[in-house]
């Protein structure tokens, strides 16, 4: 059963990202509007553009359990920052409090998923085991 729930587990951490990159490639000039409003005005093209490749690249390697570790760690160098950037809630007005609050403790959830992923790494259903475990029969070599 544990394994299974690795696997789960996998799956759900990596919608979440795909789904975010596929939001910031649809929404693109709208996302680079909201980081001027953060006050990220330095290449913003450059950073939206990497955000969206470790969000993808780190999604991957996490759903296939290839290089899970990896993984984990690109899309915790992505959320960290970005958390505290966008749910400042300690900076935000009474109206905004409340839900950047929840918003700022959901993301600190799911870096925690990340970094128990970076540290126990993908668990039995994996394509590195699958790899590992799979013997081609002598005929084929």
Do not use: C
């Not at 680079?32 to 490749?53: C, H, N, P």
């Not at 290839?66 to 993984?71: A, C, I, T, V, W």
């Not at 749910?87 to 959830?109: G, H, V």
Request: charged share 15%.
């Amino acid at each position: 059963m544990k394994h299974i729930t690795d696997l789960l587990a996998r799956i759900f951490l990596s919608l979440i990202f795909f789904w975010e990159a596929f939001d910031s490639i649809k929404y693109f000039k709208t996302t680079k509007v909201s980081m001027t409003e953060y006050g990220i005005i330095w290449r913003q093209d450059l950073l939206l553009g990497g955000a969206i490749f470790f969000m993808i690249f780190g999604a991957v390697l996490i759903l296939t359990g290839y290089r899970s570790k990896l993984g984990a760690i690109l899309l915790l160098m992505f959320y960290i920052p970005s958390t505290f950037i966008l749910y400042s809630f300690w900076n935000d007005p009474e109206e905004l409090y409340r839900i950047n609050s929840i918003q700022f403790m959901k993301n600190l959830a799911i870096i925690g998923g990340l970094m128990m992923v970076a540290v126990n790494g993908a668990g039995k259903y994996s394509i590195k085991r699958i790899f590992a475990t799979t013997r081609l029969p002598k005929r084929y070599l």
